[in-house]
Every structure is written in structure tokens, then in C-alpha cells.
């Protein structure tokens, strides 16, 4: 069964940085994408960063930084120049063979 874990949300002031992480319960090599999604209260989920199984990644966010290290089943999500719109719940997202994978989320709340 897969599961993922995020940590490494909190509170930031504007400007500032936060690194998540996303511990996955598989080996994330075998994933065909994973990636960070966000949702702000009142607001859809969208699509904050994906790296896929051959290591190209994806940005919606030109401040935000996707890792991954397999050695550990990790995906980092390094944000940068935190801004007060940037405030949501983050969630870890896996996708293997058309199933999707959801973390519970991480809260991250940048203050102005």
C-alpha cells in the first residue's frame, strides 16, 4: 500500500523559505510521476511542481525547487521568496499506473 507523508510546513514571513518533504512507503523510482499541489482556502487544488520517473520536472512556480532523493523514497519541494499568495495547504501526489496518491497535507502560512 502506498503512502506519503509530507513535513516541513509552518509559518514563514514574506520573503522568507520553507523546504517540504514527502516521504513515500515504496521505492518512488517505480512512481511514473510525483509532485506538489497546492489549495488555498476558497480555491481549487493546483499544481505547484512534478518530477517524473526519468527525472524532468515541471514548474508552475518559478521560485520552487522539486528534488528527489530515491535513496530515501524522499521528494523535497525547496520554496523560495515566500509570498503572502503562497499560502495553502500542500499536498504530496504519486502516480503510478493511472492510480493517483494523495498525502494528508502540510499546512505552510506566510505572513506579510
Known amino acids: 500500500q502506498v503512502q506519503l507523508v509530507e513535513s516541513g510546513g509552518g509559518l514563514v514571513q514574506a520573503g522568507g523559505s520553507l523546504r517540504l518533504s514527502c516521504l513515500a512507503s515504496?521505492?518512488?523510482?517505480?512512481?511514473?510521476?510525483m509532485g506538489w499541489y497546492r489549495q488555498a482556502p476558497g480555491k481549487e487544488r493546483e499544481l505547484v511542481a512534478r518530477i517524473n520517473a526519468g527525472g524532468r520536472t515541471t514548474y508552475a512556480k518559478d521560485r520552487f525547487i522539486i528534488s528527489r532523493d530515491s535513496g530515501v523514497n524522499t521528494v523535497h519541494l525547496q520554496m523560495n521568496g515566500l509570498k503572502s499568495e503562497d499560502t495553502a495547504v500542500y499536498y504530496c501526489h504519486a502516480n503510478i499506473a493511472s492510480r493517483n496518491y494523495w498525502g494528508q497535507g502540510t499546512q505552510v502560512t506566510v505572513s506579510s
Open positions: 515504496v521505492n518512488i523510482l517505480n512512481f511514473d510521476s
